[in-house]
């Protein structure tokens, strides 16, 4: 079997191919449809069975009873406090549910899925070891031989149900063309050994990370903690659906989206790149003295330089130089508002367009 080291230009780690030799070129090739990454992160979970649209739904944040087949949507499982504990994309084939999960939550979800079942008529698979997951632009993706419909992320389009606090227009991640494919061994393989040979091109984890930062996108394996409502991340408009049933965590999204406000909030840091330092995740932002909160995503962009997402408290000032305190010193950081402080009970506020791209159309 071909391995991905075999990829001119490769490095590849636990997690699978981080780049091939030019993370921000990888960008430019995978956003234009060029390029196709192979998610190393990404695993996959089927669940078959009459009763597992509405089995989901029951233990879910998103309605899926009447999710028609070939449609892209994602859901969230929550604890009894409204805290996220998974994430999954999903895509449905008229016979079984697909779910693209992280790596890193793909086996806690499984298990999870597996000991709820009780006597309905579903039967949850970890599919990890002989499907593989790939992304791109869907006009990339969709040139693959794929065990299932291919999911389209939803983001940042407001889902049926959902609900979006970022004010700013257009959101960032608008024009994102994000797409991801089950494919099976043979043609992982296909693919990887069409690389390998020169004869396509393939783009690194690193480069799909940055595009995601870019896009303001949340991520369970990178962005949550243990403390993490959906709220925070301006989740609810792809993950939540506010108006359906009941489920685990429900009474918590419609008290603090209703009548409060989210502990924290999502915001997106422009860092000084002169001194090529990047934080990593967890290290503490302040303005001035005061620590009010820590950095959960990074990546450098191929336009806008190292970019971050950070979640801070909620009464956090605004528009107010920040610092990153790094392993190697403090670093400066501008930060642009995802998430506001008034989020919630009064999220219904005129929208207003990104700064550098209103500039642009002048």
């Not at 949550?224 to 965590?249: F, I, N, Q």
């Not at 001035?288 to 950070?310: F, N, Q, R, Y």
């Amino acid at each position: 079997m071909v391995s991905l080291s075999e990829v001119p230009g490769a490095v590849v780690d636990e997690r699978g191919l981080r780049h091939v030799g030019s993370p921000v070129a990888e960008q430019r090739r995978l956003a234009s449809g060029s390029a196709l990454a192979p998610l190393g992160d990404r695993r996959v979970i089927s669940v078959a069975g009459e009763d597992r649209r509405s089995w989901l739904d029951s233990l879910s944040s998103q309605a899926l009873t009447h999710l028609p087949a070939g449609v892209s949507t994602e859901l969230l499982i929550l604890d009894p406090q409204g805290r996220v504990e998974h994430a999954a994309a999903v895509i449905d084939d008229g016979e079984t549910t697909w779910l693209l999960v992280d790596a890193s939550d793909a086996e806690a979800l499984a298990s999870w899925l597996t000991r709820m079942r009780f006597r309905l008529r579903v039967e949850v698979r970890d599919r990890s070891d002989d499907l593989f997951v790939v992304g791109g632009t869907r006009a990339a993706v969709g040139q693959l031989r794929t065990v299932a419909p291919v999911w389209v992320d939803p983001w940042p389009e407001v889902s049926p149900g959902g609900w979006a606090y970022a004010r700013t227009e257009p959101h960032p991640g608008a024009e994102r063309d994000w797409a991801e494919a089950i494919v099976d061994a043979a043609e992982f393989e296909r693919l990887i050994g069409a690389a390998a040979r020169g004869e396509s091109a393939l783009a690194g984890l690193d480069a799909v990370e940055a595009l995601r930062v870019a896009a303001w996108r949340p991520r369970v394996g990178v962005d949550a903690d243990e403390r993490l409502l959906p709220h925070e991340m301006d989740w609810l408009r792809t993950a939540v659906h506010l108006s359906k049933g009941c489920y685990r965590g429900q009474e918590t999204v419609a008290k603090v989206h209703n009548l409060g406000h989210p502990p924290r909030r999502v915001v997106a840091l422009q860092l000084d790149g002169s001194d090529n330092v990047l934080p990593a995740r967890g290290d503490a932002v302040r303005a001035g003295d005061s620590v009010i909160g820590a950095i959960t995503s990074v990546a450098v962009h191929h336009e806008e330089g190292p970019i971050a997402l950070a979640l801070v408290k909620r009464t956090a000032p605004e528009g107010v130089p920040l610092v990153v305190d790094t392993a190697d010193g403090p670093l400066a950081a501008a930060a642009e508002t995802v998430v506001p402080a008034d989020a919630g009970a009064t999220a219904a506020v005129p929208r207003l367009p990104r700064l550098g791209r209103r500039r642009a159309t002048e």
